[in-house]
């Protein structure tokens, strides 16, 4: 079965060093969401690509954060610097056409520890 | 900001027995999606309900939605050690992003 891939799996960071996540989602998905999820709360969005273009970043901290999808296939997410308050689940997932009825498939996440 | 609220936020129950969880949202939605999360890891697409569907059902899995209370129940039956894990709601509008609630964490005991 079709799966979307993330690494790392785990990353601990320190605080003001940059740390980037990757995402490679299932073939021919044009759409690919990057969220973020707290510990003990549901995944918020924090960018929507359809093909290379940024669909909505508007939950993205720009100030800090950057996301890129430069051929339309494999995506990379990126903090500088990072703070203590991004430790969190970062989780990717992608979609097609169809999956308005189908649903996002969802990479298994890097699990971001800041110290 | 979370369109969606599960209740109850946390659910105990013993091998064999239901579990039953629900979802409360506050705007009008095209679709609302049951997904489940096992610890640790990325979430896994269950069902979806179509905003003009009543009640869906997929294998132990029964959903029901409400739109004029603007609230959906997931039932699990029969329920497995297998079926411990989180649970999240979530709607999408018709710009078909979806929001997620704050889930359900549900722990069958053998």
């Known amino acids: 079965e079709a799966e979307v891939a993330q690494s790392p799996r785990y990353k601990i960071t320190e605080k003001s060093q940059a740390v980037a996540f990757w995402c490679d989602p299932i073939s021919g998905h044009a759409t690919l969401y990057w969220y973020r999820q707290i510990l003990g709360q549901g995944p918020e969005l924090l960018v929507q690509?359809?093909?290379?273009?940024?669909?909505?970043d508007s939950q993205l901290p720009k100030d800090r954060f950057s996301a890129e999808r430069l051929k339309g296939v494999d995506s990379t997410l990126k903090i500088q610097p990072a703070e203590l308050g991004d430790s969190a689940m970062y989780l990717c997932?992608?979609?097609?056409?169809?999956?308005?009825?189908?649903?996002?498939?969802f990479g298994s996440g890097t699990r971001l520890t800041v110290v | 900001s979370q369109q969606g609220e599960e209740d109850p936020q946390a659910l105990s129950i013993q091998e064999g027995e239901n579990a039953t969880m629900n979802c409360s949202y506050k705007?009008?939605?095209?679709?609302l999606q049951w997904y489940r999360q096992n610890s640790g890891r990325g979430l896994v697409h269950l069902i979806l309900i179509r905003s003009n569907e009543r009640e869906k059902h997929s294998g132990r899995l029964r959903v029901t939605l409400d739109t004029s209370k603007k609230s959906s129940s997931l039932l699990i039956t029969a329920s497995r050690a297998a079926d411990t894990a989180s649970y999240f709601c979530?709607?999408?509008?018709?710009?078909?992003?979806?929001?997620f609630g704050a889930g359900t964490t549900v722990t069958v005991r053998a």
């Open positions: 979530a709607t999408d509008g018709y710009d078909y992003k979806l929001s």
């Open positions: 705007t009008s939605i095209n679709n």
């Open positions: 997932a992608s979609s097609s056409q169809d999956d308005t009825i189908h649903g996002y498939t």
């Open positions: 690509f359809q093909d290379e273009s940024v669909v909505d």
